[in-house]
């Protein structure tokens, strides 16, 4: 083979191999992405769990009301915080 066909293929098996390790860069940020979605997914289902039995437990029209202006109050300081974080340091 001359010098040519050698340089080609070598410069060809080093986009084939930059291009694996870029796929592989890409596959664990996005497991890293999903196990995040999924612990977000059981917190709120844990929350959602504990404000059901909160709510069931209220004895009267104010009782109730009150324990939806505080799971609302929390929930509103958790968005407002996450939403004026920066965009790499969100979990």
Known sequence: ???????????YRAGLAEMLTMTRASLDEFEQLRSRQLEAIRDAVAEN???????????????????????ASVFFLRISASTSMPRGDRT
């Open 49 to 71: 769990a504990e404000l059901t039995g909160t709510l069931a437990g209220a004895q009267d029209m104010e009782s109730l009301l009150a324990i939806q202006a505080r799971f």
């Open 1 to 11: 083979m001359s010098t040519q066909q050698d340089d080609f293929l070598d410069l």
